[in-house]
């Protein structure tokens, strides 16, 4: 109680000079939580959007061979079936695999109106592993869809929107796609997605891959997704799934070109790399911006112990322990700088709160979403770390050289 009653009365008969030190301590706080949370909103923004395709998922693409096999040289094209995608399903490492079939350029009409879209044969499984999510009240392709070879549609919801209206309800309506009708049993519900191939998901159709190869005579595979088991075994289900092309069709089995896969666990990685980085580099930043105002906290204190050099020799002639002396500055040091941290968070809350207030342009916000900062319990945890460690070293030397004080020099000091 003592050294609060000491602080507070510096802080009145020193008020400018108090003030002052304390906005420096906010302004350096306001920052290291500002650049924070900015690089946290930025890996948050980036997460949603690159899961928006789909998480823990391989996605190959047949290519040409590139060793000589079985007689054949070099270059042969890469054939995949549907037979092979059902042998892949019993590979150890895989919990999930489907077919994808492509067609471009299939002409969609609903009540006079054409476009031209992306439709892909797919099996049911590619829902979850796609992160393709129905509106309430639809829903994705099911197995019966499948076997029973069903002309029935899953939308999304951009094509819904030019064909029916924005968010108007398109399940149970019929589409014709090349002048034979489906029924639409879903629409995909908004997503933010950043990373695809062959276009966002929001402006493609899906169709049971049973009814696409009917449809459209197709009888070698596009994409095969694959769903590893674990992150531990994706390398391991992707060479597994080479191998197992390569002894049905007769290409070399270390021909590691036979299907080029694009592995999202990798991509999470190097975006965790990426990201984590750069939040590390803005921490930096404001955290020198904090120092700087500590170093201004511990000049202080020693013009405080200065001017109060014959308060100490009294306290020390009556028999004060220089602990005591330490411990009364040291206390005067943490809390300038708490004060200065609980203002500078307040004002970085506000700021964080006004940037959401910011006008964008709506074509960004719907693939990413608003990127704004976010405020998390780590960032406050380093922050308040940061701000304990910076207070201490701010307090305890100017308290040293007030415990290292003579009394008798000090009771002569004017």
């Known amino acids: 109680m003592h050294f609060l009653i000491t602080y507070f009365y510096e802080l009145k008969h020193q008020k400018l000079r108090m003030f002052l030190t304390i906005?420096?301590?906010?302004?350096?706080?306001?920052?290291?939580?500002?650049?924070?949370?900015?690089?946290?909103?930025?890996?948050?923004?980036?997460?949603r959007g690159l899961s928006g395709m789909g998480e823990g998922i391989a996605v190959g693409w047949p290519n040409q061979t590139s060793?000589?096999?079985?007689?054949?040289?070099?270059?042969?094209?890469?054939?995949?079936?549907?037979?092979?995608?059902?042998?892949?399903?019993?590979?150890?490492?895989?919990?999930?695999?489907?077919?994808?079939?492509?067609?471009?350029?299939?002409?969609?009409r609903v009540d006079g109106k054409n476009i031209s879209k992306?439709?892909?044969?797919?099996?049911?499984?590619?829902?979850?592993?796609?992160?393709?999510?129905p509106e309430h009240g639809g829903r994705f392709l099911n197995d019966i869809d499948e076997e029973k070879r069903r002309r029935v549609i899953f939308l999304g919801n951009e094509v819904r929107d030019v064909l029916f209206g924005k968010d108007e309800a398109a399940v149970g309506k019929t589409v014709s796609l090349n002048g034979t009708p489906f029924l639409v049993v879903g629409v995909l519900r908004h997503k933010y997605q950043m990373s695809c191939y062959n276009g966002n998901d929001s402006g493609a159709c899906f169709v049971p891959a049973s009814t696409f190869r009917t449809m459209f005579n197709?009888?070698?595979?596009?994409?095969?997704?694959?769903?590893?088991?674990?992150?531990a075994v994706s390398k391991e289900a992707q060479k597994e799934f080479r191998k197992l092309l390569a002894g049905r069709h007769g290409y070399h089995p270390e021909d590691d070109a036979l299907v080029s896969f694009w592995d999202t666990y990798e991509t999470k990685k190097m975006q965790d790399v990426i990201f984590r980085g750069l939040q590390a580099f803005l921490g930096v930043i404001g955290g020198l911006t904090l120092l700087i105002a500590g170093m201004g906290v511990a000049n202080i204190m020693y013009v405080t112990v200065k001017e109060r050099t014959r308060e100490i020799g009294i306290k020390m002639a009556v028999g004060a322990n220089p602990l005591l002396i330490v411990a009364q500055f040291l206390v005067e040091a943490l809390i300038t700088v708490s004060l200065g941290g609980l203002i500078g968070t307040c004002m970085a809350m506000g700021l964080i709160d006004l940037f959401g207030l910011?006008?964008?342009?709506?074509?960004?916000?719907?693939?990413?979403?608003?990127?704004?900062?976010?405020?998390?319990?780590?960032?406050?945890?380093?922050?308040?770390?940061?701000?304990?460690i910076i207070g201490l070293f701010a307090g305890i030397f100017p308290a040293r050289r007030a415990s290292l004080v003579d009394p008798v020099e000090a009771l002569r000091y004017e």
């Open 67 to 108: 060793k000589a096999s079985n007689g054949y040289g070099a270059g042969r094209p890469v054939r995949v079936t549907e037979a092979d995608i059902a042998a892949a399903a019993t590979i150890s490492s895989i919990r999930n695999i489907s077919a994808e079939y492509s067609g471009w350029g299939v002409t969609m």
């Open 118 to 133: 992306n439709v892909r044969g797919v099996y049911p499984v590619y829902g979850s592993m796609r992160n393709l999510v």
């Open 218 to 231: 197709r009888s070698h595979v596009n994409i095969a997704i694959i769903e590893p088991k674990s992150e």
């Open 358 to 388: 910011i006008p964008l342009p709506d074509s960004f916000v719907e693939v990413t979403g608003r990127p704004e900062p976010v405020f998390s319990a780590m960032i406050a945890l380093i922050c308040v770390s940061a701000l304990n």
């Open 23 to 47: 906005m420096a301590v906010a302004w350096g706080m306001a920052n290291i939580v500002l650049m924070l949370s900015v690089g946290e909103g930025l890996y948050t923004m980036m997460s």
